[in-house]
């Protein structure tokens, strides 16, 4: 099977000095798939973000449009991974596989 296209598109973008990141919504326009996997996002957002890491890209929230072809989520880039091992919460980090899950 041909390996189909989509369109990632950021807005209300946020440059955050504190947090040491970038925020943004990102709209994937995906016409012809049921949804795109993160791994090819983050790989896609740390290219146009100029990221050197993929690991300092986390993405969460993503709700696929009645319909399909249309995906709103939000992302955060961050500068450095330090700060994003810092900053955010540890079940996303968890995900990441950047830590270990609590167990007992």
Sequence with gaps: M???????RTRKFLTNRLLQR?????DVLHPGRANVPKAELKEKLSKVY??????????????????GGKSTG?????DKLESA???EPKYRLVRAGMAEAKTG
């Design 2 to 8: 041909a390996e189909k296209s989509c369109t990632i």
């Design 22 to 26: 970038k925020q943004m919504i990102v």
């Design 50 to 67: 100029k990221v050197t890491d993929p690991n300092q890209v986390f993405l969460f929230g993503f709700r696929t449009a009645f319909g």
């Design 74 to 78: 939000f992302a955060l880039v961050y």
């Design 85 to 87: 091992k810092k900053f």
